[in-house]
């Protein structure tokens, strides 16, 4: 592709074009031409074959073109063509790792965990940090605790993929009856709601109400329809329906429920 470097050499019965002036024709004369750059047409020159057009072809197919080209002007040619830096191979990883560049893809593939490994990795942990990859125009984001536990979502990277990381710790927001109303951000992978309560320091023994424990949510509509056995229907028409989960804290059985209960990022814990 334009931008690739290449090495030629070229081989031929003695005597031919390639050899020096005068030389018998016996033996095999051997020619390495200049470092040729693929240029913005997809060409490379070579001497007595002119230019030869080679973008999207392999390097085998790129030897026949030389040989054909030569065939009638030299004596019995054979070509070899290497890639010697592959320029148009590239992708780019930025953001929150530790070595953000350009870095060069893999003969044999370079899946999107791997880019990040080669970057020196992440500055903070995978359950704080959001992977987007952006791909002709088109951008996706995974989270990167969620990528690892997802071989299938760890792709092969392309040429001019950008490969962004960004710190994006998962938070909920507590508000209420509870001793600090404040945002807190998850410290582990995953958070309970025990957990959460026990971060804004419990319930004010004097206002809150056990039995009035809730988690604001926006559930995908699919899953919301599994849970109420029927057709779930958001307000504004979207894939995803507001839902509120409630505890009873008077209830034993519901502390068990609170610890089990795993919150997610962006929910409203309200008591």
């Known amino acids: 592709a334009p931008g690739d470097i290449a090495s030629v050499t070229i081989y031929d019965a003695g005597g031919g074009l390639f050899s020096p002036e005068g030389a018998a024709p016996v033996g095999t004369q051997t020619t390495a031409i200049p470092l040729q750059t693929v240029d913005s047409a997809g060409n490379i020159s070579v001497p007595f074959a002119g230019q030869i057009h080679v973008a999207g072809k392999s390097t085998l197919q790129v030897q026949s073109a030389i040989a054909g080209a030569l065939a009638h002007q030299t004596l019995r040619p054979q070509v070899l063509v290497t890639v010697t830096t592959d320029g148009s191979n590239f992708a780019t990883v930025m953001g929150d790792v530790k070595t953000p560049g350009r870095l060069p893809l893999a003969i044999v593939g370079t899946r999107a965990l791997d880019a990040i490994a080669m970057t020196g990795g992440t500055v ?148």
């Open 124 to 271: 903070a942990p995978a359950f704080d940090e959001v992977v987007q990859l952006t791909r002709k125009g088109k951008s996706t984001r995974l989270r990167l605790s969620w990528l690892l536990s997802h071989p299938a979502e760890n792709v092969y990277l392309q040429p001019n993929d950008v490969l962004y990381v960004v710190h994006s710790p998962m938070a909920i927001t507590v508000l209420g009856a509870t001793k600090n109303n404040a945002r807190v951000e998850f410290d582990t992978e995953q958070v309970s709601l025990a957990e959460a309560l026990g971060q804004a320091g419990g319930l004010i023994d004097l206002q809150a109400e056990p039995a009035g424990v809730f988690v604001f949510r926006l559930e995908p509509a699919p899953l919301v329809a599994t849970l109420t056995h029927g057709p779930a229907i958001s307000a504004d028409n979207s894939s995803n329906v507001p839902v509120i989960f409630r505890a009873d804290l008077r209830q034993a059985g519901d502390f068990f429920l609170a610890q089990s209960f795993q919150l997610q990022d962006k929910d409203i814990v309200y008591l």
